[in-house]
């Protein structure tokens, strides 16, 4: 197992200095501007397929969706910032992280179909109208929103910073007086907030404190990238409504939620193999205080980076 992390993190390595340090995003931004530009012509040919009922239509039109699902993710996008960063600040499981990732792009989704239904349905907006509101509005709602993400992050790496520069890695708890009224034994085992004298819960466990912030972080990023909804699924579901096949849109735009998932779990995955190796070394190297101090700190400034990075993005928008 080890060795697999191993092998993650120097291909992530070897591709984040490939593609920030020897010019590779120009070239993985110009493969994939072009991959969504022939997907999206060939979705217009699905389409008239699925309405005139032709055979395999519908299957042509779901693997065109998938492709461009995943060119849209390959390309620059908020989704792999906030999962890539959180999976590198956060101790969050591979496998929770990678689900978050696919529930954030199945959001998005949701929230296209929600978006064009409304809007073609409710407000009677035109094309251009719904793709200005998308990219005016819900675009630096985004950013702004894991912005925020950023800052918590960040805001949160601080106070444990703040705690573990008061604590004693070892209380003396032989110290006690005697017959005292102290439940020690909650701190000692880090599992159970039940007192076993009176029997009743003097606050939550760490277990059930780390569960409710894992849950109140699974919210802030699943909504932080739905807020914006895909270009391509919004592209998708107005041609579809327009040429009333409205279940092809919706189908399509899930779809391609899974096909943006595709790239986002693998950003999940090489993030938090980037972080257990980090924090292995840590322990290897720094004593069991030292090793949270630098993990905090990894927090803080992951959170810092999603905060800037976001920002520079909204900003332009506003």
């Known amino acids: 197992m080890q060795l697999i992390r191993l092998i993650i993190v120097a291909v992530a390595l070897g591709a984040l200095t490939w593609l920030f340090a020897l010019g590779g995003m120009v070239d993985v931004?110009?493969?994939?501007?072009?991959?969504?530009?022939?997907?999206?012509?060939?979705?217009?040919?699905?389409?008239?397929?699925?309405?005139?009922?032709?055979?395999?239509?519908?299957?042509?039109?779901?693997?065109?969706?998938?492709?461009?699902?995943?060119?849209?993710?390959?390309?620059?996008?908020?989704?792999k910032l906030v999962i890539g960063g959180y999976g590198a600040?956060?101790?969050?499981?591979?496998?929770?992280?990678?689900?978050?990732?696919?529930?954030?792009?199945?959001a998005q989704a949701v929230t296209a179909i929600a978006f064009v239904a409304t809007g073609s349905w409710v407000l009677g907006l035109t094309r251009a109208q719904m793709t200005d509101t998308a990219d005016r509005v819900l675009a630096p709602a985004s950013y702004i929103a894991i912005a925020l993400?950023?800052?918590?992050?960040?805001?949160?790496?601080?106070?444990?910073?703040?705690?573990?520069?008061?604590?004693?890695?070892?209380?003396?708890?032989?110290?006690?007086?005697?017959?005292?009224?102290?439940?020690?034994?909650?701190?000692?085992?880090?599992?159970?907030?039940?007192?076993?004298?009176?029997?009743?819960?003097?606050?939550?466990?760490?277990r059930q404190a780390e569960q409710a912030t894992s849950l109140?972080?699974?919210?802030?990023?699943?909504?932080?990238?739905?807020?914006?909804?895909c270009t391509g699924a919004v592209f998708l579901l107005i041609l579809c409504f327009a040429l009333n096949i409205p279940w092809a849109g919706v189908a399509g735009a899930l779809v391609m939620g899974l096909g943006t998932?595709?790239?986002?779990?693998?950003?999940?995955?090489?993030?938090?193999?980037a972080r257990i190796s980090l924090a292995d070394g840590f322990t290897k190297s720094l004593s069991a205080l030292s090793a949270r101090r630098s993990m905090a700190m990894v927090e803080v400034i992951a959170g810092g980076m999603i905060a800037l990075i976001a920002t520079a993005l909204a900003l332009p928008l506003i």
């Open 89 to 106: 600040a956060a101790r969050v499981t591979a496998r929770r992280l990678s689900a978050l990732a696919v529930l954030s792009s199945l």
């Open 216 to 229: 109140r972080d699974a919210a802030a990023i699943v909504g932080s990238v739905a807020v914006r909804p």
């Open 149 to 206: 993400v950023g800052l918590w992050l960040l805001i949160r790496g601080v106070r444990k910073l703040a705690k573990l520069s008061h604590s004693d890695p070892m209380p003396a708890l032989a110290n006690m007086p005697a017959g005292a009224h102290v439940h020690a034994h909650v701190a000692a085992h880090d599992m159970d907030a039940v007192c076993s004298d009176c029997g009743h819960a003097h606050g939550p466990s760490v």
């Open 261 to 273: 998932a595709s790239v986002t779990v693998l950003v999940a995955l090489a993030a938090v193999s």
């Open 29 to 79: 931004a110009r493969w994939a501007a072009a991959g969504q530009e022939q997907a999206q012509r060939a979705l217009a040919g699905g389409l008239r397929a699925v309405r005139a009922g032709e055979p395999g239509a519908w299957l042509t039109l779901m693997s065109l969706c998938a492709a461009y699902g995943f060119f849209h993710a390959a390309g620059p996008g908020h989704g």
